[in-house]
């Protein structure tokens, strides 16, 4: 920090946040700067002092240039922090000097972005700066994007999930256009649209140095498939590009797809989770069978089917590149995964992770996966076969040693009398003596309570079912019981 940096600013005032050994070190720095700048303002410099400058020591040397600097930056960001009126984080002061900065979910906000990027302007240790989920908002995305105009060593940064926009879009655009640094770049869960496109492919034209980039959930959709399809073929450096949880349908896709094809220098490549169906399936193919460089595809969870899995089964018998195949949470079902399966399953192949999980297969599946020609982790749901889960039927109820299934009210009563007489129950004694009238007719509650007092138990459930068949049978509501008559009973005989 220097002295009219210091001027500027003024002291720097502290939260109780800070450390107390930060404090020490800050006003330190201050402390120097203000020694310099009373024995400067007293008339002692060097061309006023009778001493030749050719005598000075190196230790005055050293001394000088430490009160001129502000090596840290923390007492830039502190004085910074206190005109911004924001409150500085403590964390960034105790490792703004390591490589690896992680700043995720510290709500800095588009003021605090601003504070951080003043003093990492020009420092030299981060090479790696994680500002995930800051709430930066477009305004925020600006600082930063300036920051990285001016700094030279920072090589990837994540700043994903800030709501950046399209006033972030264009920001960050820009940079990556005079960017000679940055190596890789998350733009993830940004709510970035179509509209935003056209910056984004300008930035894919121009930058020269980017090796991954992830566009993912974002709001990419049919209206920029053209042109994001245009820019990824032209640019020669990018490598891993992830373009998960979009809104990629159909032409747009196969215009995406295009620009993967004709890419030569991609070796990572993310489409899952667009939902492209059975259409989308023709540009995977394409990408299959023209690029010669992808390594790992992942295409899961686009609601491809049996069709598509076919046509990609084909592709994958012609690409001898692939190494991994992320198909995964497709509704291919167990047909399209054989189909899979036996695209990879040649001499030509060298793909040795299959990813279907979530895909059930069947037993021929398994013969095959037994039969491959070189080994492959294959990730898969269940074979189905092996896992029939049996139908619990509830128990037919009997009646009279019947199934209640195959009981009718033109039955009932041969059933009735067969079961008494293989149980020596007395049935038609029991009815004669509960009919007062020996009309041969009774009521169905009389009915029921004298098969009852013969000895034929009934639950509640099988008497209400004997009366709705018994009631099927009556006439005028009364039964006639005559056709359990058998052999000439005692009574009978009586009579």
Not at 250 to 275: F, H, P, Q, T, Y
Not at 453 to 462: C, I, R, T
């Amino acid at each position: 920090m220097t002295e009219a940096q210091f001027r500027d600013y003024g002291t720097p005032t502290f939260d109780d946040n800070v450390d107390e050994e930060v404090k020490n070190d800050v006003l330190s720095n201050a402390s120097s700067l203000s020694v310099t700048s009373d024995v400067s303002n007293g008339g002692r410099s060097r061309e006023g002092s009778g001493k030749n400058a050719d005598t000075d020591t190196d230790l005055e040397l050293e001394e000088d240039k430490k009160s001129d600097f502000d090596l840290t930056g923390r007492a830039l960001y502190l004085s910074v922090c206190k005109n911004l009126g924001v409150i500085p984080v403590s964390y960034f002061v105790r490792h703004m000097q390591d490589q690896v900065l992680n700043m995720r979910h510290h709500g800095l906000g588009s003021l605090g972005a601003k504070a951080l990027a003043h003093p990492l302007m020009n420092n030299t240790t981060v090479l790696t700066l994680d500002l995930q989920d800051n709430w930066l908002e477009g305004e925020g995305g600006e600082y930063i994007s300036k920051m990285l105009k001016e700094n030279c060593y920072i090589t990837d940064l994540d700043i994903s999930e800030n709501r950046l926009g399209s006033r972030g879009a264009a920001a960050i655009s820009n940079m990556l256009t005079i960017n000679i640094t940055l190596r890789s770049i998350n733009l993830a869960g940004n709510q970035f649209s179509d509209a935003d496109a056209p910056t984004l492919a300008e930035a894919f034209y121009e930058n020269n140095r980017l090796k991954k980039i992830n566009l993912s959930h974002n709001g990419f959709s049919d209206g920029c498939g053209k042109i994001l399809g245009h820019a990824i073929g032209e640019n020669e450096t990018i490598e891993d590009i992830d373009l998960s949880w979009n809104y990629f349908r159909k032409s747009s896709l196969m215009e995406i797809c295009d620009g993967i094809a004709g890419n030569c220098r991609l070796r990572d490549v993310n489409l899952s989770m667009n939902g492209f169906d059975n259409e989308g399936a023709f540009g995977v193919a394409d990408i299959i069978k023209k690029n010669n460089t992808i390594l790992t595809l992942n295409i899961s969870g686009n609601r491809i089917g049996p069709i598509g899995a076919i046509l990609i089964g084909k592709a994958l018998e012609v690409n001898d590149v692939l190494i991994t195949f992320i198909m995964a949470n497709n509704p291919i079902g167990a047909e399209g995964a054989k189909a899979v399966l036996r695209g990879i399953n040649n001499e030509n192949s060298i793909i040795t992770t299959l990813d279907l999980s979530g895909i059930e297969v069947d037993k021929e599946f398994r013969t095959l996966e037994g039969s491959l020609v070189r080994e492959i982790t294959v990730l898969r749901a269940r074979v189905l076969s092996d896992y029939d889960i049996p139908i619990r039927r509830k128990p037919d109820k009997y009646l009279f040693g019947t199934p209640l299934s195959l009981v009718s009210s033109d039955i009932i009563m041969s059933l009735m009398k067969k079961y008494c007489e293989e149980n020596d129950i007395k049935l038609y004694d029991a009815l004669l003596n509960a009919d007062k009238r020996k009309e041969g007719m009774l009521s169905s509650y009389d009915f029921l309570e004298a098969i009852q007092s013969a000895g034929v138990e009934l639950s509640e459930k099988q008497g209400d079912n004997l009366t709705t068949f018994l009631e099927g049978v009556a006439c005028e509501g009364l039964i006639d019981y005559s056709p359990l008559k058998g052999k000439l009973t005692a009574a009978a005989a009586v009579e």
